[in-house]
């Protein structure tokens, strides 16, 4: 699976799962769906991703997200 992907995936579930828990337990939750977006927003203007840094270094995904200097055309 391309890193890309996981990192939509990771991104899709903790904006799920924050408003789930804004709904059931309480509204700051949805502070965990505004950090999720942010993160999304200055990773396009940054290419600095944390997600993919993490990703790898667990060796999960080909690295193939946003702007990636390590990667050769």
Do not use: Y
């Not at 799920?16 to 965990?32: C, D, K, M, R």
């Amino acid at each position: 699976m391309k890193t890309e992907s996981i990192i939509r995936l990771l991104a899709g579930t903790l904006v799920l799962v924050s408003v789930t828990l804004a709904h059931f337990l309480s509204p700051w939750w949805l502070l965990l769906a505004v950090f999720v977006g942010v993160n999304l927003v200055q990773s396009v203007f940054t290419g600095f991703c944390l997600a993919e840094i993490i990703l790898r270094k667990l060796r999960l995904g080909d690295g193939a997200c946003a702007v990636n200097p390590e990667r050769k055309p």
